[in-house]
């Protein structure tokens, strides 16, 4: 029986582990690279705090630590319970939330494209950002894996595993799991809910058109239910837990104020404009969207999805348009830059993949013809 899975599955199994290698070296040879970024205690607030949490869980309900991070105990609740050091845990939950996002991405991909064409797409998850593109240097501050596996306190290796559980779960329309994903993504960060979106437009997408209005409206509804529970998890949090004030932590008011904090709550009008105000002068004057989306993606992945066909394009706007609008939009709420858009990495790869397809079934079609010629 295992034999016969290990035949079934070899390709994979080796893929698996040469992958499992990459990410190995990559952990190892980066802060070689770069050194160290920051110590716990000075300037990277968000790693105290997820430390802190760690320490005592129930800090959240204290009022000592400040907004967004209070609302993210999941992951520090994990590496509370592990039984190594906080460093070993946190390096631990990064590394196989990296690792199991990889193996979620191609068994995704499996559900669209053959073996090949989702080998493609783990290829690219592993080269994301490390090819210098458009100026961009070889590790950029925030590449994809530099921000990833080697900021040790991170909460984002999870959220990552979160949204491509979600994609899979959404596309093989596996509705129970997707709502136990979409939970427990927002107890790790509350980004995850912006994968509502392409699960509601999934569901009126593939509607059935042949029953009647109410009937279809009836299904339709039944399946919006599944995503309740990750909302209302999400607002109870807000309820239930007791944010320290920004004012109250030195380092944090310093960093904010000298980044657009300026005496404004995070999440507040003030600050929004204020970071708007700073996004458009990097757009306009250091072409910035330019060289994050270039430098995010690759100039290889950006190419392969223009071969995709009108319609399918219309289909992946349709159904990742908006998802995609918001991923951007997250620069308008943090410090970070292309960090951000490294969430929306899913339908990206998809696009290039289904670029590359298009040319892999143009070329099988091609050579077809002109072995039936030559006969």
């Known amino acids: 029986m295992i034999r016969e899975k290990f035949k079934k599955y070899r390709v994979e199994t080796i893929v698996f582990l ?6 190995f070296l990559v952990r190892m040879t980066i802060p070689i690279f770069k050194g160290r970024l920051f110590p716990i205690g000075e300037w990277v607030i968000d790693w105290d705090y997820y430390v802190k949490m760690s320490q005592d869980i129930f800090s959240i309900f204290k ?6 991070f209070c609302y993210r105990p999941l992951v520090p609740l994990i590496a509370g319970i592990l039984p190594f050091d906080f460093e070993t845990n946190y390096s631990l939950i990064n590394f196989f939330s990296i690792y199991f996002t990889g193996l979620i ?3 995704t991909l499996r559900l669209e494209f053959n073996k090949s064409i989702s080998i493609f797409g783990l290829f690219v998850f592993c080269y994301l950002n490390y ?3 458009a100026g961009i240097e070889l590790f950029p501050e925030h590449a994809f894996y530099h921000a990833y596996l080697y900021e040790v306190y991170n909460i984002d290796c999870i959220t990552l595993f979160f949204i491509m559980c979600s994609f899979y779960c959404i596309l093989s329309e596996k509705k129970k799991f997707y709502c136990i994903c979409l939970v ?6 509350e980004i995850v809910l912006i994968t509502i979106p392409v699960y509601i437009i999934y569901e009126f997408m593939k509607r059935d058109r042949t029953k009647n209005k109410k009937a279809m409206f009836n299904t339709f509804l039944r399946s919006i239910l599944f995503i309740v529970p990750g909302i209302l998890t999400y607002f109870i949090m807000q309820i239930i837990v007791i944010p320290q004030p920004f004012s109250a932590d030195p380092r944090a008011y310093f960093v904010w ?3 657009a904090y300026d005496g404004n709550e995070y999440g507040s009008i003030g600050m929004i404009m204020m970071f708007l105000e700073i996004r458009i002068n990097q757009i306009l004057y250091e072409f910035a969207l330019l060289k994050w989306t270039f430098g995010s993606w690759g100039i290889t992945l950006l190419i392969l999805c223009l071969f995709n066909k009108k319609d399918t394009l219309f289909k992946w706007i349709k159904l990742y348009g908006l998802f995609m609008v918001l991923i951007y939009s997250q620069m308008l709420l943090g410090i970070a830059e292309t960090k951000y858009i490294h969430q929306g990495f899913y339908p990206m790869i998809f696009l290039g993949a289904s670029g590359l397809n298009r040319i892999y079934e143009s070329f099988s079609s091609y050579i077809a013809k002109r072995i039936i010629f030559f006969r």
């Open 131 to 133: 090819i210098p593109t």
């Open 63 to 68: 009022s000592q630590i400040i907004t967004p």
């Open 18 to 23: 040469i992958f499992l290698f990459y990410l």
């Open 257 to 259: 104020h000298t980044r």
């Open 105 to 107: 991405l191609y068994f």
């Open 184 to 189: 427990l993504g927002v107890l790790a960060k």
